[in-house]
T-cell receptor, first 114, second 118 residues
């Protein structure tokens, strides 16, 4: 079955450590997205990519970095500069750059601080 | 700036009762509108979408939504709620770039948590 796979499901970060969240899709979608979800805050866009080797900052990009070397993969790195990284992270993809395309979501990664 | 408002943070309904979840948007053009549902610890699942045409949109799991341009609303409804509908519901609008073209990403409301009483 086609879909989006996020791993790991749970992740713990020590102070000063960078961690990378994986997102892989086999839907052949061009566009991919990373959202951060905090209780009562809805989803906030971190980064998005509409094509391989290109990505744009979203609303809350500070302290995060991404790469898009392959169409099916869009990993997110939470750097030590992100002072409040505890949250639920969701990856999504869609067929193209138009906003009328629905987004398909993975099951998320919950990141916590040790 | 574009925005989506879901006025109700938490709603409780009895099983079998009807449901309406409210969504208001701020948008400069014909909006692309979506409703998603999220079970605890899971990703989001698309319930329905509106792009143009008939303002009453049917979705999965017996949900429907009505687009009302005059009220800038896109409320989600279900005639009879089942216990399995307990979840969090998100309304979203397709984002526009500063130049008015489609930007590709979505702007989400803060969600409405639905509890269902037996």
């Amino acid at each position: 079955d086609g879909g989006i796979t996020q791993s790991p499901k749970y992740l713990f970060r020590k102070e000063g450590q960078n961690v990378t969240l994986s997102c892989e899709q086999n839907l052949n979608h061009d566009a991919m997205y990373w959202y951060r979800q905090d209780p009562g805050q809805g989803l906030r866009l971190i980064y998005y990519s509409q094509i391989v080797n290109d990505f744009q900052k979203g609303d809350i990009a500070e302290g995060y970095s991404v790469s898009r070397e392959k169409k099916e993969s869009f990993p997110l790195t939470v750097t030590s500069a992100q002072k409040n990284p505890t949250a639920f992270y969701l990856c999504a993809s869609s067929t193209g750059r138009d906003s009328h395309q629905p987004q398909h979501f993975g099951d998320g990664t919950r990141l916590s601080i040790l | 700036a574009q925005s989506v408002t879901q006025p109700d943070i938490h709603i409780t309904v009895s099983e079998g009762a009807s449901l309406e979840l409210r969504c208001n948007y701020s948008y400069g053009a014909t909006p692309y509108l979506f409703w998603y549902v999220q079970s605890p610890g899971q990703g989001l699942q698309l319930l329905l979408k509106y792009f143009s045409g008939d303002t009453l949109v049917q979705g999965i799991k017996g949900f429907e939504a009505e687009f009302k341009r005059s009220q800038s609303s896109f409320n989600l409804r279900k005639p009879s709620v089942h216990w399995s509908d307990a979840a969090e519901y998100f309304c979203a609008v397709g984002a526009l770039s500063n130049y008015g073209g489609s930007q590709g990403n979505l702007i989400f409301g803060k969600g409405t948590k639905l509890s269902v009483k037996p």
